[in-house]
């Protein structure tokens, strides 16, 4: 049974910055492990998915570029700190999946596996005052 059979899901997206392949575990999600790579570049701006239909524009802060070993995941060329377990809940992955890349049986060792760290664009607050004449605006129309 398919969660989009009573139109939970939105599968139609709006227009704007390109989305990412693979979905987030949340909106707020900081990492992504993209095992089969992506064409998006660093400070590209784009939109980071739920499969429940909801986006998030954010900013690529970085793209590092991953070695898949026996061991597990590492940063290719760099002695980058990666908390794996923060990057398997924001791709909503099994850490284990995660770690035993190499031996799960949709690796593809033909393809470059990456990381995108992500900065979440600032959204400013309305101010009180913006909220009161927007609540005041509402009340005059509730009449017409």
């Known amino acids: 049974m398919s969660c989009c059979s009573k139109g939970y899901c939105q599968f139609n997206f709006p227009d704007g910055p390109p ?16 095992p089969y790579g ?5 400070g590209e701006i ?5 499969e429940s239909g909801k986006t998030e524009t954010v900013i ?5 570029v991953l070695d898949i070993l026996p061991s597990g995941p590492v940063v290719k060329g760099g002695d980058e700190y990666v908390p794996w377990q923060l990057v398997a809940h924001d791709s909503e ?14 690796y593809n060792p033909h393809e470059q596996a990456v990381l ?3 900065g979440h664009m600032v959204k400013e607050k309305p101010t009180f005052k913006e909220r009161w004449l927007s609540f005041l605006f509402k009340m005059r129309n509730l009449g017409r």
């Open 19 to 34: 989305l990412v392949d693979n979905p987030v575990g949340n909106l707020q999600a900081k990492y992504q492990f993209l």
């Open 38 to 42: 992506t064409l998006l570049q660093q």
């Open 46 to 50: 784009v939109r980071i998915w739920m």
């Open 60 to 64: 690529i802060d970085q793209k590092l």
């Open 93 to 106: 992955m099994a850490y284990n999946d995660l770690m035993s890349w190499s031996e799960h049986p949709l």
């Open 116 to 118: 995108l760290v992500y």
